[in-house]
């Protein structure tokens, strides 16, 4: 007997790609579990599967940054901080933090479907009576259209979302005289994918090349370098409503029209802003 969850809930993360660098990703979370019925005529009770299953995403890779042990010029030590990891290619990176803001992979890449598999063998490992094998299935949004993955940290976030380098993977709609720009969408989201959306406050050190952000949190102490390049500097929080406010002015004044931004964040939410005058 199998049951199934499906969308049973969402990771939001970013990882260390050797070829792109920092990514953000979100991931759906589909489950089958196997096994037996009980007395009760269930084989685990659909209103305990998904709290079961959340709480260890949660409480392991969800809002982590996923680094490839193995990967060329990755190196990860300890600090004072928690970890420390470094990077060299395609560009060099070193983000600190607690133990827990991070995820180690010891692979040379991150593959979702063996994060998948990994996760279905230690659900497995603890799962409930009845239940004989935990198979979870990650998979993108399909999105036909203009998607952008970026990464970030929110420091006043009670939650997992004050870790500096977490991301998602969000639909991008751009609107004007009640039309989608469509061609304004695709150039916006090659723009922004795989950037790090920085506060502007939070910045502690910056030249020509290099852009350091450091921030004390509830979790405890947070710094990333990144090349400058390869960041966006906002005056606000890089929440998705100073996303999407910040997104509609400055595409209202590159184009001198009246703007509407719908903002992703991950999956199936996000902000809504407008700016600009007509002329
Ligand atoms: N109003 C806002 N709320 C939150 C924002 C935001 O920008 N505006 N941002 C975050 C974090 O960035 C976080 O990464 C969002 O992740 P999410 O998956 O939504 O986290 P949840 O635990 O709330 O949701 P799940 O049900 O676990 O997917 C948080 N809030």
New binding site residues.
Partial sequence: MALFVNQL????ASLWCPEAGLKGV?WQVDALLEGELGEDGMLFDFGDVKPWI?HH??AGL??TLLVPMKAEGVSVTECAEGLSVQTTSPYPMHVTGPREAFTLVPEAIIDRDAVARALSDDLTARRPENVSRVQLTLSDEPIDGAVYGYS???KR?A???QRIA???RSRLHIWQHETRQLTLEHDWAEWLDNRYLVEAGDIVEQDAKRLTCRYQAAQGMFSITLPSDRCAVLAT???????ARWLAESIAVQTRSVTRVHAF???N?G?IAEAGHER
């Avoid at 929080?237 to 996303?243: A, K, Y």
């Fill in positions: 809930t969402h990771i939001d979100s959340k995403l949660d969800d809002h970030h940290g929110l976030h939650g997992n979302c977490h991301g998602h929080p890089t929440t998705v409503e100073n996303i964040e991950g999956f939410k902000a």
